[in-house]
């Protein structure tokens, strides 16, 4: 387990993504071959902005085993600038306030605790953009 944890630690802190030379389409998470292109496509690592806006959204009150204190919170559909679009949980705004097409930014926020281990995970998250902000956190 803690091998492959280091192993894959860039992409748990930065937002990449794989674009394709060939086709010029964008995919996140990143993929190791173009289901365009196939084997023509040449795939390269691209960092996305961490930018973009709601696309859709839901307001979990029923949490899963773990996440009951955070009750309740906000899953949405974010389109990010680039014209993926990412699932991810929206943070620091009260679920009232939340509105399709409301710009968010990507921030990186503890997700678990892997029990004796002590290992603390953590990933990416959503938040608004604040105004007047450079918004450029990630």
């Known amino acids: 387990m803690i091998p492959r944890f280091w192993r894959n630690i860039r992409y748990r802190y930065n937002l990449i ?3 394709c ?3 010029g389409e964008i995919f996140f998470p990143p ?3 173009c289901p365009n292109c196939r ?3 040449k795939l390269v690592e691209k960092k ?3 930018r973009g806006k709601i696309y859709t959204y839901t307001v979990v009150y029923n949490a899963p085993l773990g996440f009951e204190m955070q009750l309740p919170y906000i899953i949405a559909i974010v389109e990010l600038e680039e014209g993926v679009r990412v699932t991810a949980q929206i ?3 009260d679920p009232d306030d939340v509105h399709i097409g409301m710009e968010v930014e990507a921030v990186f926020r503890r997700i678990s605790e892997d029990g004796e281990a002590g290992l603390i995970y ?3 998250k959503f ?3 604040k105004e007047g902000g450079d918004g450029h956190e990630v």
Do not use: I, N, Q, W
Request: charged fraction near 35%.
């Open 17 to 19: 993504a794989t674009k």
């Open 31 to 33: 993929r190791k071959l």
């Open 39 to 41: 084997r023509r496509g």
């Open 48 to 50: 996305l902005s961490g």
């Open 21 to 23: 030379e060939t086709c």
């Open 91 to 93: 943070v620091d705004c």
């Open 122 to 124: 953590y990933g990416y």
């Open 127 to 129: 938040r608004p953009v």
